[in-house]
């Protein structure tokens, strides 16, 4: 996709309007610094005027959806799961992707469990349209404390839930753990649900 068509499909969406402004010029160890769009986009989300943490595409994505689908690194995920205006934390696309179920997908252990640890977090039993929950991907990332913050949540029943999908094939998170040997993530959910 280019930068055009990106635009467009993104940021159309949320809302966001160019500024003709200028350049700012950089200097030399700015442009040296590989770590320069991270830090700025840190930066950006912890900035007291930021407001626009909880805006939503059309797909119903937030912002930490979108970082999480593009692959940028945990700490910009995690400034904005941590973000104190931040309230879109049980947002779900249309494909049924909570920001757990993403988190977990990506192998992003800290942001799994700022989540978690969120009193207004709601969706631990949340599935993909393919039936897959957080815990299905944390097993497949081989995630085991994030595996058992999820197993070990009050509300939590689909700990012996099958997923159809291309990626898990009826599996069970623990069938998933033991298919993908993942031995850490197969011996929580094994203490939590019993052996298959």
Not at 31 to 42: D, F, I, M, R
Not at 89 to 117: E, H, R
Request: charged share 25%; aromatic share 6%; hydrophobic share 40%.
């Amino acid at each position: 996709m280019c930068l055009n068509e990106m635009h467009e499909s993104c940021m159309s969406c949320m809302q966001v309007s160019c500024s003709k402004a200028p350049l700012p010029a950089l200097r030399e160890e700015d442009v040296a610094n590989s770590y320069a769009l991270l830090e700025a986009g840190v930066l950006q989300v912890q900035h007291p005027n930021f407001r626009h943490v909880n805006q939503k595409t059309k797909e119903g994505r937030t912002a930490l959806h979108l970082v999480m689908l593009k692959k940028l690194p945990e700490d910009l995920c995690l400034a904005i799961a941590k973000h104190k205006d931040f309230n879109e934390v049980n947002a779900v696309d249309t494909f049924g992707y909570t920001q757990l179920i993403l988190a977990a997908s990506k192998g992003m252990s800290q942001v799994c469990k700022a989540i978690l640890d969120r009193d207004d977090f709601v969706g631990i039993n949340a599935q993909d349209k393919w039936g897959a929950t957080a815990l299905h991907w944390a097993a497949d990332q081989d995630l085991a404390e994030v595996c058992e913050k999820i197993l070990s949540h009050p509300e939590f029943v689909e700990g012996n839930r099958r997923a159809w999908s291309f990626a898990f094939e009826d599996k069970t998170a623990l069938d998933v753990a033991l298919n993908r040997n993942c031995k850490a993530a197969a011996e929580v959910i094994r203490k939590h649900v019993g052996p298959r």
